[in-house]
């Protein structure tokens, strides 16, 4: 049952993977159009900053809910354990 789940969780990462769409990097003449469009009042620029942070956000985002699995699974376990060793 465990190398299942794995298999099924390496499944889905491989398919995310190769069904990810190809994106392109913001070029200096976006970077400039969207300063000036600041300067001038208008809020291009805010929600392309927000966009940058969001995309810097969910990596971490996603490596801290793995290891809070991880870590939930481990004590579960642990205390499975010690239950079965006290009984």
């Known amino acids: 049952m465990h190398w299942k789940k794995w298999g099924i969780i390496l499944s889905v990462v491989f398919v995310v993977l190769l069904l990810a769409a190809d994106v392109q990097a913001q070029c200096p003449m976006c970077r400039m159009s969207a300063e000036s469009n600041m300067s001038n009042g ?20 996603l490596v801290a809910t793995m290891g809070f699995l991880w870590w939930r699974n481990r004590r579960k376990n642990y205390d499975d354990q010690n239950e079965a060793i006290d009984a």
């Open 42 to 61: 208008g809020t291009a620029g805010k929600g392309l900053n927000i966009g940058i942070l969001y995309m810097l956000a969910m990596p971490y985002l």
